[in-house]
């Protein structure tokens, strides 16, 4: 037996002690839907910076609107807004009853969505529901006596509801009842539920129909419009479909005949649109490269109020009809519902003395003044994380990307403010006391733990989605300013498809975005997207965009499976470009079922040769990811750790900013600026490590990270290895052919290392360095802290790395990726099955080869 199995470890060993500690876990976990990170940013409400959504008052002279997880009265044509509500909760959604009485709304409280109702006269609130459920988008029928909503109470999905509301002493819902149908629709949605949803409802003016959005019928986007009798078992018909995505809200005009919706009808952006309400063609009403969402037609249906992110930010306007006159409903002056003061937080690093950009975190720690609750400028974008601790974190962790000095205005009180700036920096948390009306200066220096760049390491994140349908509208400055304050010198800006639009096609370009600089570089690639083969990375692509960038999309023109990824592969490296595999296992590949078990063509292109890194690090869970990865190399492929975040940097709540995972190559700059295609070669020849933190340094004699040693015979190497880290970490281990053959002793703070040990090399393989911790540690937004190096592979005579049990590991993937085959039907020609035969026969071949011990 070798040394490396003697004193191996199981990679379980891993997922066992993290599954011991506590985890994050996905916010609204009683929503059984697919692809929980585009439905929560784009129907969910978000506490952005600006408005979000917007109800009429029944005179038409006043607004009120949902403003960072807070309601606000306005009176139109002034720039004064009041504070309705104020913690301890999120509060979104309002609508205003016919009398002008109350308002009802979505509340959050960090565990589920409730129906919440505000006096408007007396100014108290109460609950209205709180079924546990996610409750969502209220709407009051023209009388009053009736309330229409979107709840998940049955079955945890999406559908319409309608209760009557009983005024007594007290109001109340009564007589609560879903009024649209349970449907397995049996179509092939990847995106979404097989069963059909229904959200958006909005009534007739006499109180009898609702008018719904909904996918039956339908694959792909969240569904066209359809008019229905407000009571159960009623009927639909389709007014109108188009694709959507969670963001038409239609509202149907008091006059009966219009309704206005938001959509994008082929194009790249939502605009207003309206449709005839008994049917027909949809003509647009507003343009621009920009969202129009969330449209609400005045008592009088002469304007529609909406929200506009043309600014970047979200903004609230108005716009006539006809006339087309918009008018911006600004609140420059604010009045607040508790006692408030002003934080001033200015970032500076401490060996220049000058400010910097960084994320940063504020949040109220006073009981009584919405403790939990995080607040940010407000011009900042507010984000927050999508996930939280349960038990240690009342709300998701919220944050904002600051330039160096931003004003924060705070419950009076007590506040804790957090400030990163990437692993190269320590992370930085403060408390401050703010009293009421007092304005309190914070100066924060953050210090280096490690100067990369000055080595030669360059650190980027190779998977980002600049607009992706989120509540913001970003830009390449605002993407550099977000990049910059994360400590990142590279962002690689994957343009792809969000169904059937391309948000940032525009963007696109073979060079580097002409804002880089010497230290940054903004670089536009593409991911290509097929449910059945996994979605690929294309990075340094120098002459075009890879059109459709999508196959294997049942019901379009699309529906082949042709180009494989293999091909998507050679069409990048026909233009100098890198393809890698991107966001890979979130859960361990399960090779006994066939659908859904086993994803992705990934080891049929590594034994073909297509594919120049792997995502080690990404939208996905590092140690499973490893666990696939140490597989493939223990055949013998070499394949480099890249690190992608998969961000959507204009989402108001995202797993992450850019750079939360990133990938530091090292290249040779000689003193020069930082080089967009000697990066990318650094990559592909595999000198690289991957973090969301900790900071690694490992050599094997002289060699470094993507080196090759050579050796007669067995022999003893020295492995150095180094870490600094921001944060704690509880693991630091020396990985050798899959297994762990050294574990590491940290300092007291679990923060530094610095190790020189002996290690045997008696047979040909590989080793890495990797760093993790048992459990999530804030700042870091991910699952938990992690770092590893890329291989120093050692070659001893001439033997090559193999593993049988690695190798039939896969030959059996490949047998379930042949069994799902066997059920796709939409081929264009009978050759492109036989070539994608021929490619898995080429694979198994390989595999075969190499399961022979030589």
């Known amino acids: ?102 308002v009802v709304y979505a509340s959050y409280d960090g565990n589920a969505i409730d129906l919440r109702m505000l006096d408007v006269e007396r100014g108290t609130t109460q ?29 945890a999905r999406w559908h319409v509801f309608v209760a009557d509301v009983k005024r007594d002493d007290d109001v109340r819902l009564d007589s609560v009842e879903r009024v649209t149908e349970d449907r397995d629709s049996g179509l092939p949605r990847y995106y ?51 694709e959507t995505t969670w963001k038409a809200r239609p509202d149907w005009a008091r006059d009966g005949t219009r309704i206005v919706y938001s959509g994008y009808h082929g194009r790249q952006w939502n605009q207003l649109w309206l449709l005839p309400a008994a049917g027909g063609d949809p003509i647009q009403l507003t343009y621009g490269d920009f969202d129009a969402t ?84 407000d011009g900042a974008w507010r984000h927050v994380d999508e996930a939280r601790v349960r038990g240690e974190q009342p709300f998701e962790y919220g ?30 948390r403060r408390e401050v006391m703010v009293g009421p009306g007092e304005a309190q200066t914070m100066r924060i220096s953050l210090a280096r733990l490690s100067d990369l760049p000055s080595k030669g390491w360059w650190g980027g994140d190779l998977h980002v989605h600049m607009n992706y349908g989120g509540a913001y509208r970003n830009t390449p400055p605002h993407l550099a300013l977000q990049a910059r304050a994360e400590g990142l010198h590279v962002v690689e800006n994957l343009i792809v498809n969000k169904e059937q639009r391309i948000p940032d096609i525009a963007y696109w370009r073979p060079d580097p975005d002409p804002l880089s600089t010497r230290d940054f570089v903004l670089a536009y690639g593409q991911e290509f997207h097929t449910g059945f083969w996994g979605h690929a990375g294309l990075v340094g692509l120098s002459d075009h965009y890879l059109l459709p960038d999508y196959a294997g999309y049942p019901g379009t023109a699309m529906a082949s499976l042709v180009p494989t990824n293999a091909d998507v592969a050679d069409m990048a490296h026909a233009q100098a470009g890198l393809m890698g595999y991107v966001h890979p296992f979130d859960f361990r590949p399960d090779l006994s079922k066939v659908e859904g078990g086993v994803p992705y063509e990934l080891p049929v292109d590594v034994a073909l040769g297509k594919v120049d890194y792997i995502e080690a690090m990404g939208y996905s869970d590092h140690l499973i990811t490893s666990e696939v990865w140490y597989r493939l190399l223990n055949c013998g492929f070499r394949l480099p750790a890249g690190a992608g975040t998969d961000a959507f940097p204009n989402f108001a709540a995202l797993r992450g900013p850019p750079g939360l995972v990133r990938v530091y190559a090292h290249v040779d700059s000689g003193g020069r600026a930082l080089d967009h295609r000697r990066w990318l070669a650094a990559i592909k020849a595999g000198r690289t490590f991957v973090t969301n933190a900790p900071v690694l340094e ?16 067995a022999a003893q190497l020295t492995a150095h290895v180094r870490l600094r880290s921001p944060v704690p970490v509880d693991h630091l281990e020396l990985i050798g052919n899959g297994r762990v053959v050294a574990t590491f002793r940290l300092s007291d703070d679990h923060m530094s290392a610095d190790t020189t040990i002996s290690v045997p090399a008696d047979a040909s393989g590989w080793f890495v360095v990797r760093a993790w911790s048992d459990r999530p540690r804030l ?11 890329s291989p120093i592979y050692v070659t001893v005579g001439s033997s090559p790395v193999r593993s049988k049990q690695d190798a039939e590991y896969f030959l059996g993937w490949l047998d379930r990726v042949d069994e799902a085959l066997g059920s796709q039907t939409g081929w264009n020609t009978p050759a492109e099955r036989e070539q994608v035969m021929q490619m898995l026969a080429a694979a198994r071949a390989e595999f075969t080869r190499r399961r022979t011990i030589q």
């Open 1 to 102: 037996m070798s040394f490396l199995a003697a004193l191996g470890m199981t990679w379980l060993v891993a997922a066992a002690a993290t599954a011991q500690a506590p985890q994050r876990e996905q916010v609204l976990q009683q929503v059984k839907v697919p692809h929980a990170y585009y439905w929560r940013e784009m129907y969910v409400p978000q506490a952005t910076s600006g408005p979000s959504a917007v109800t009429w008052s029944p005179d038409g002279k006043d607004v009120i609107y949902s403003m960072q997880g807070s309601l606000w009265r306005q009176r139109l044509g002034t720039t004064d807004a009041r504070q309705l509500t104020a913690g301890p909760r999120y509060d979104y959604q309002p609508d205003w009853s016919p009398d002008g009485r109350y």
């Open 127 to 155: 609950t209205l529901l709180a079924n546990g459920g996610v409750n969502l988008e209220p709407r009051w029928s023209p009388d009053g006596k009736r309330l229409a909503f979107v709840s998940t109470a049955f079955n």
């Open 192 to 242: 979404y539920s097989v069963f059909d949803h229904y959200i958006s409802p909005s009534w007739s003016p006499d109180g009898r129909e609702l008018i719904l959005v909904s996918n039956r019928g339908h694959i792909y986007g969240t569904g066209g419009i359809w008019r229905m009798e407000a009571r159960a078992g009623a009927p639909l018909r389709e007014l109108h479909f188009e």
């Open 294 to 377: 969330a449209p609400r037609w005045s008592p009088d249906a002469r304007h529609i109020a909406y929200i506009s992110n043309e600014g970047g930010n979200t903004s609230l306007w108005t716009v006539d009809v006809p006339g087309g006159k918009r008018t911006r409903v600004d609140a420059r002056t604010r009045t607040y519902a508790e006692p408030m003061g002003r934080l001033v937080v200015t970032v500076v690093d401490s060996a220049t003395r000058r400010t910097m950009p960084a994320r940063v975190s504020v949040a109220a720690a006073t009981a009584g003044a919405g403790a939990g609750r995080f607040f940010a400028p």
């Open 399 to 428: 944050y904002f990307h600051t330039a160096g000095t931003d004003t924060i205005t705070v419950p009076a009180g007590r506040a804790i403010v957090e400030v990163w700036h990437g692993p190269e920096y320590r992370t930085t």
């Open 698 to 713: 490992f050599t094997l004699g002289r060699s470094q990270i993507g080196d090759e040693i050579r050796l007669a015979s």
């Open 779 to 789: 700042p870091v937004l991910d699952l938990y802290p992690f770092a590893s190096t």
